[in-house]
């Protein structure tokens, strides 16, 4: 019977592809381990996974639990990190981000040095790159408080608007929830647990981090050489990143004024730091806002 030269290699290439998804592939080892589908086997190279920022890592759209990289900004000199299907974790369990720290010499209070989903510590009052992300109060890293800044004074939102309030502490998607209505909460049932201490649910700060108190906050103001934009940034390199309405999802007041959270709360509200020029103060605010974070250490 006679085979063409085709269909040989056919049947060849069949045989190959059959082998390799039926067996286990080794590299660097001709006998993978029978338990493992991959066995990488080196005496002097490693595994290098995909190395990405916090603020790239955030914009991986729908990741898989298990997904898993290196963040060269986070911890205090990068580290690995995977995906658990809520949130991005390091590889001991605690919360994934940034933990490079400022201490306040005066309060001797110990705070992140930039605010959640900046790449660094700012290094004027409207650095784009120390604004970071811009967080609905109670909603964890989800997505909704990602911000492209296009420069000192504007950005756009990265994802969506939704005029669908949550039912549940996790939204499940990455829209920035509208709430123009009272009591402007992005949470169909108001819930004052889900940013107390760190075990708060939602927290977004790292481990061992939390959101400030207004108490916490007000203590840091009567160390401010003085009481406006000036104060901010010698304190704490606090950025003006302006804020996110809770009616139509638009930047508002970028390079002029800075907004930042506490965990205490006002009625249906919540107490939020403001800042700008001419004076500062803690106000209370719709928890549908989308305001700075800046973490304490517990």
């Keep these: ?30 006998t993978p381990a029978s338990s493992a589908k991959l066995d ?54 605690g919360t994934a981000s940034v933990v490079n720290t400022i201490t306040n010499i005066t309060t001797g209070k110990v705070w992140m040095d930039r605010n959640l989903g900046a790449t660094q510590v700012a290094i004027s009052s409207t650095d784009q790159l120390a604004y970071g992300s811009l967080y609905q109060w109670g909603r964890g890293s989800d997505g909704h408080q990602l911000i492209t800044w296009s420069n000192s ?22 829209n920035f929830i509208l709430a123009p209505n009272p009591p402007y909460d992005w949470h169909s049932v108001q819930n004052v647990n889900l940013w107390q201490g760190v075990a708060g649910i939602n927290n977004p700060c790292p481990s061992g981090y939390r959101i400030p108190t207004e108490t916490e ?23 003006l990143a302006g804020f996110v309405g809770n009616s139509g999802g638009s930047l508002n007041n970028v390079g002029t004024r800075g907004r930042y959270w506490s965990s205490t709360v006002n009625s249906t509200n919540y107490q ?27």
């Design 1 to 30: 019977m006679f085979i063409s030269v085709k269909t040989s290699l056919i049947c060849s290439l069949v045989l190959i592809v059959t082998t390799i998804t039926q067996a286990q592939i080794g590299i660097g080892t001709a």
């Design 40 to 93: 990488v086997t080196s005496t002097n190279k490693g595994f290098l996974p995909p190395r990405m920022t916090n603020i790239q890592r955030d914009a991986i759209v729908s990741p898989v639990p298990g997904l898993q990289i290196w963040c060269t900004n986070c911890g205090l000199y990068g580290e690995t990190q995977v995906h658990k299907g809520s949130t991005w974790v390091n590889m001991v369990g």
């Design 153 to 174: 004074t504007s950005g756009t939102a990265v994802n969506a608007n939704t005029a669908t309030l949550s039912s549940t502490d996790v939204p499940g998607n990455t």
């Design 217 to 239: 906050w007000n203590t840091e103001l009567t160390s401010w050489g003085s009481p406006n934009t000036t104060g901010a940034f010698n304190s704490l390199k606090l950025p």
């Design 272 to 298: 939020g730091l403001d800042f700008l020029s001419s004076g500062v103060g803690m106000n209370a605010y719709y928890r549908a806002f989308g305001f700075s974070v800046r973490c304490i250490k517990d």
